[in-house]
């Protein structure tokens, strides 16, 4: 049987998480010398709060939360396990993943596990997770799901705004110039995840209304002409102001013919690097 493993930073929502053959890895959030489990223990209202005057931290799980989540499956009966991480250029997940698995199949030598550096952050690494979770409740092999995988990589992107870059700026993962000249100026950029799986800007506008429309657009733009299989609006908060932005977008995605839209929260250890008002929108091509 083929179990699935994926870290919290994937933000799978709900439905799928909850699958049988499914694990789950929370990353970590650090307030203050306290640390808490992704989405556990800690409101993401408290963690906006607490965002408003200190910045908080993350880090990976323990050998452990990862090692008891392939000893879990392993028990069970799944003896090939694929796991599903986010960009290796934006954290040290994938890398510490591989570790804990090369030991894993150390212990156990009649257990298979592939790894798939999703090269995405978010729903962008969820969608092929998701795709995963599909193929796996389809019944088709280990082998082909990996290879499946492998090629979607490149057919997934998520594009998001945020109010300000000052949590990109102060996690290290955007430049330090842009990122002070574009709140001076009140300039929103577009962000996605580029092939070498790090943050790029890939278009500015003034004002966070416009800057939704950019995001749209640059999406369309990725789409072209190809066939949507799995689409997505992710949030950090559902404030007024977002609503509003959701709004916009599921009502560009319908003129577009693109339905079954993911909704979902953006995981805590996220918003940590976002900060509030965060919109994202992603889209994984058939194919």
């Known amino acids: 049987m083929i179990g699935l493993v994926i870290d919290s930073g994937c933000d799978l929502s709900g439905k799928y998480a909850e699958k049988e053959f499914v694990e789950v890895v929370p990353l970590k959030i650090i307030l203050d010398g306290k640390e808490y489990k992704d989405n556990e ?5 408290a963690l906006l709060s607490y965002m408003e005057n200190a910045l908080p931290k993350t880090s990976l799980p323990s050998f452990d939360d990862v090692n008891s989540c392939f000893e879990s499956l392993y028990e069970r009966g799944y003896k090939e396990i694929i796991v599903v991480n986010i960009s290796s250029g934006l954290s040290g997940t994938h890398n510490f993943f591989r570790v804990v698995a090369d030991e894993f199949m150390k212990k156990h030598d009649d257990a298979k596990v592939e790894l798939i550096d999703t090269k995405n952050i ?39 705004c945020v109010p300000t870059l000052k949590y990109l700026k102060a996690g290290g993962r955007i430049g330090k110039v842009s990122a002070t000249i574009g709140d001076i100026l009140n300039l929103k950029p577009v962000i996605t995840v580029n092939e070498d799986g790090i943050y790029h800007s890939i278009a500015k506008a003034r004002g966070m209304q416009r800057a939704i429309k950019e995001l749209y657009k640059k999406l369309k733009e990725f789409v072209d002409a190809s066939e949507v ?56 091509l058939k194919g």
């Open 41 to 45: 223990g800690l409101s993401t209202e």
């Open 122 to 160: 978010s729903i962008g690494a969820g969608f092929i997770a998701i795709k995963s979770i599909n193929m796996i409740e389809k019944g088709a092999k280990f082998d082909d799901i990996v290879k499946a995988l492998k090629a979607s990589v490149k057919k997934s992107k998520v594009f998001f």
């Open 229 to 284: 299989e799995l689409a997505a609006i992710y949030t950090s908060d559902s404030s007024e102001e977002t609503k509003k932005h959701v709004a916009f977008l599921n009502k560009s995605f319908s003129a577009d013919g693109i339905k079954d839209i993911i909704y979902g929260s953006v995981t805590q250890s996220l918003v940590c690097h976002t900060g509030v008002g965060l919109v994202g929108i992603g889209a994984l």
